[in-house]
Protein backbone atom coordinates (compact mmCIF):
# COMPACT_ATOMS: atom_id res chain seq x y z
CA UNK A 1 0.00 0.00 0.00
CA UNK A 2 0.72 3.14 -0.97
CA UNK A 3 1.44 5.96 2.06
CA UNK A 4 0.02 9.08 1.51
CA UNK A 5 1.45 12.36 3.03
CA UNK A 6 -0.55 14.36 6.07
CA UNK A 7 -0.76 17.89 5.38
CA UNK A 8 -2.57 20.57 7.61
CA UNK A 9 -3.30 23.67 6.15
CA UNK A 10 -3.26 25.92 8.79
CA UNK A 11 0.16 27.61 9.65
CA UNK A 12 2.09 25.66 11.57
CA UNK A 13 4.04 26.20 15.40
CA UNK A 14 7.10 23.92 16.36
CA UNK A 15 4.77 23.10 18.93
CA UNK A 16 2.83 21.23 16.39
CA UNK A 17 5.37 19.28 15.10
CA UNK A 18 6.88 18.19 18.34
CA UNK A 19 3.26 16.78 19.12
CA UNK A 20 3.26 14.44 15.94
CA UNK A 21 3.80 10.96 16.98
CA UNK A 22 7.33 9.73 17.11
CA UNK A 23 6.53 7.10 14.54
CA UNK A 24 5.94 9.90 11.63
CA UNK A 25 8.75 12.19 10.26
CA UNK A 26 7.54 15.38 10.68
CA UNK A 27 8.38 19.01 8.83
CA UNK A 28 7.22 22.71 8.62
CA UNK A 29 7.74 23.76 4.89
CA UNK A 30 6.26 27.50 3.92
CA UNK A 31 4.16 27.81 7.18
CA UNK A 32 1.96 24.08 6.50
CA UNK A 33 2.95 20.87 8.72
CA UNK A 34 4.16 18.07 6.77
CA UNK A 35 4.51 14.44 8.31
CA UNK A 36 5.06 11.27 6.36
CA UNK A 37 6.01 7.39 7.89
CA UNK A 38 9.62 6.27 8.25
CA UNK A 39 11.03 4.72 5.06
CA UNK A 40 10.65 1.69 4.17
CA UNK A 41 13.73 -0.72 4.32
CA UNK A 42 14.61 -0.62 0.37
CA UNK A 43 14.71 3.39 0.78
CA UNK A 44 16.28 3.00 4.25
CA UNK A 45 19.08 0.73 2.87
CA UNK A 46 19.68 2.83 -0.01
CA UNK A 47 20.60 5.99 2.10
CA UNK A 48 22.32 3.87 4.56
CA UNK A 49 24.69 2.36 1.65
CA UNK A 50 25.23 6.18 0.36
CA UNK A 51 26.31 7.06 3.61
CA UNK A 52 28.82 4.60 4.26
CA UNK A 53 30.28 4.99 0.38
CA UNK A 54 30.75 8.63 0.94
CA UNK A 55 31.32 8.94 4.98
CA UNK A 56 34.51 6.64 4.77
CA UNK A 57 36.48 9.03 2.39
CA UNK A 58 35.13 12.33 3.31
CA UNK A 59 34.01 12.08 7.37
CA UNK A 60 36.71 9.56 8.50
CA UNK A 61 39.12 10.12 5.65
CA UNK A 62 39.28 6.33 4.48
CA UNK A 63 40.99 6.35 0.75
CA UNK A 64 39.82 9.71 0.98
CA UNK A 65 40.52 13.74 1.73
CA UNK A 66 38.12 13.76 4.87
CA UNK A 67 37.37 17.51 5.76
CA UNK A 68 33.14 16.41 6.33
CA UNK A 69 30.84 15.59 8.71
CA UNK A 70 27.45 14.06 8.06
CA UNK A 71 24.34 13.49 9.79
CA UNK A 72 21.44 11.40 9.18
CA UNK A 73 17.86 12.69 8.94
CA UNK A 74 19.13 15.97 11.00
CA UNK A 75 16.34 18.30 11.67
CA UNK A 76 17.27 21.56 10.07
CA UNK A 77 16.04 24.93 10.91
CA UNK A 78 16.36 27.18 7.57
CA UNK A 79 14.45 30.38 8.71
CA UNK A 80 10.96 29.42 8.84
CA UNK A 81 10.80 26.04 7.36
CA UNK A 82 11.88 23.16 9.68
CA UNK A 83 12.90 20.62 6.80
CA UNK A 84 14.28 16.57 7.65
CA UNK A 85 16.34 15.40 4.67
CA UNK A 86 17.74 11.89 4.48
CA UNK A 87 21.15 12.70 4.84
CA UNK A 88 22.88 16.06 4.59
CA UNK A 89 27.03 16.96 5.39
CA UNK A 90 28.53 19.81 6.13
CA UNK A 91 32.18 21.04 5.37
CA UNK A 92 33.89 20.62 9.04
CA UNK A 93 34.96 24.00 9.20
CA UNK A 94 31.27 25.14 8.56
CA UNK A 95 29.63 23.13 11.37
CA UNK A 96 31.33 23.80 15.20
CA UNK A 97 30.58 22.32 17.88
CA UNK A 98 28.31 25.25 19.05
CA UNK A 99 25.96 24.56 16.08
CA UNK A 100 25.19 21.17 17.17
CA UNK A 101 24.59 21.67 21.00
CA UNK A 102 20.56 21.65 19.88
CA UNK A 103 18.12 18.91 18.67
CA UNK A 104 18.09 20.84 15.44
CA UNK A 105 20.96 22.46 13.08
CA UNK A 106 20.55 26.10 12.12
CA UNK A 107 23.44 26.05 9.75
CA UNK A 108 22.36 25.17 6.28
CA UNK A 109 24.21 22.47 4.71
CA UNK A 110 26.74 22.22 2.12
CA UNK A 111 25.21 18.82 0.72
CA UNK A 112 21.61 17.11 0.84
CA UNK A 113 20.48 13.42 -0.23
CA UNK A 114 17.07 13.27 -0.71
CA UNK A 115 15.74 9.32 -1.40
CA UNK A 116 12.64 9.49 -3.49
CA UNK A 117 9.37 7.57 -2.50
CA UNK A 118 5.83 7.78 -3.45
CA UNK A 119 4.73 9.96 -0.05
CA UNK A 120 8.06 12.42 -0.48
CA UNK A 121 8.87 12.95 -3.88
CA UNK A 122 6.61 15.74 -4.38
CA UNK A 123 7.85 17.66 -1.71
CA UNK A 124 11.24 16.58 -2.18
CA UNK A 125 10.97 17.89 -5.83
CA UNK A 126 9.46 20.83 -4.93
CA UNK A 127 9.04 22.88 -1.75
CA UNK A 128 12.25 21.41 -0.24
CA UNK A 129 14.26 22.11 -3.59
CA UNK A 130 13.25 25.60 -3.57
CA UNK A 131 14.08 25.85 0.40
CA UNK A 132 17.35 24.43 -0.36
CA UNK A 133 18.63 26.85 -2.90
CA UNK A 134 16.72 29.61 -0.84
CA UNK A 135 19.45 28.78 1.78
CA UNK A 136 22.54 28.00 -0.49
CA UNK A 137 23.05 24.58 -0.06
CA UNK A 138 25.07 24.47 -2.78
CA UNK A 139 24.86 20.67 -3.92
CA UNK A 140 21.55 18.71 -3.76
CA UNK A 141 21.09 14.46 -4.89
CA UNK A 142 17.81 12.63 -5.58
CA UNK A 143 18.13 8.58 -5.00
CA UNK A 144 15.25 6.99 -6.06
CA UNK A 145 15.58 3.38 -5.11
CA UNK A 146 12.47 2.62 -7.28
CA UNK A 147 14.35 2.78 -10.91
CA UNK A 148 17.84 2.56 -9.25
CA UNK A 149 19.08 6.23 -10.55
CA UNK A 150 20.49 9.20 -8.63
CA UNK A 151 20.26 12.65 -10.00
CA UNK A 152 22.63 15.47 -8.64
CA UNK A 153 21.73 19.21 -8.68
CA UNK A 154 24.39 21.53 -8.10
CA UNK A 155 23.27 25.61 -7.46
CA UNK A 156 24.37 28.05 -9.58
CA UNK A 157 22.74 31.55 -8.67
CA UNK A 158 19.74 30.95 -7.48
CA UNK A 159 18.73 27.85 -9.88
CA UNK A 160 19.56 24.18 -9.66
CA UNK A 161 21.68 22.84 -12.50
CA UNK A 162 21.38 19.30 -12.76
CA UNK A 163 25.32 17.36 -13.28
CA UNK A 164 24.02 14.14 -14.28
CA UNK A 165 22.14 10.76 -13.93
CA UNK A 166 23.51 7.65 -12.89
CA UNK A 167 21.35 4.30 -13.00
CA UNK A 168 21.78 0.85 -11.95
CA UNK A 169 25.92 -0.09 -11.36
CA UNK A 170 26.72 3.21 -12.97
CA UNK A 171 30.45 4.65 -11.87
CA UNK A 172 29.73 7.54 -9.94
CA UNK A 173 32.11 10.42 -9.80
CA UNK A 174 30.75 13.46 -8.94
CA UNK A 175 31.03 16.90 -6.94
CA UNK A 176 31.15 17.51 -3.96
CA UNK A 177 32.67 13.78 -3.85
CA UNK A 178 34.85 13.52 -6.73
CA UNK A 179 37.69 12.75 -5.28
CA UNK A 180 36.29 8.99 -5.52
CA UNK A 181 34.20 7.16 -7.65
CA UNK A 182 31.83 3.96 -6.68
CA UNK A 183 29.56 2.12 -8.08
CA UNK A 184 26.01 3.21 -7.73
CA UNK A 185 24.83 -0.61 -7.41
CA UNK A 186 26.40 -0.70 -4.05
CA UNK A 187 23.03 1.53 -3.24
CA UNK A 188 20.95 -1.45 -4.18
CA UNK A 189 21.47 -4.74 -2.08
CA UNK A 190 18.08 -5.83 -2.68
CA UNK A 191 18.05 -5.91 -6.39
CA UNK A 192 19.26 -8.83 -9.02
CA UNK A 193 20.97 -5.97 -11.06
CA UNK A 194 20.65 -8.28 -14.39
CA UNK A 195 16.68 -7.86 -13.76
CA UNK A 196 15.06 -4.39 -15.08
CA UNK A 197 14.15 -1.81 -12.21
CA UNK A 198 10.70 -2.14 -11.28
CA UNK A 199 8.73 0.71 -9.46
CA UNK A 200 6.74 -1.50 -6.81
Known amino acids: MTATLAVRTKAATYADLEAVPPHLVAEILDGTLVTHPRPVPRHGSATFAASAVIGGPFQFGTNGPGGWVFA ?60 YAEFGVRHLWHLDPRVRCLETFSLSGEHWQLDGSWFDADEVRVEPFNAISFSLGLLWPFDDLSEPATTT
Open 72 to 131: DEPELHLGPHVVVPDLAGWKRERLPSAAVSKAFIEVAPDWVLETLSPSTEKYDRGEKRRI
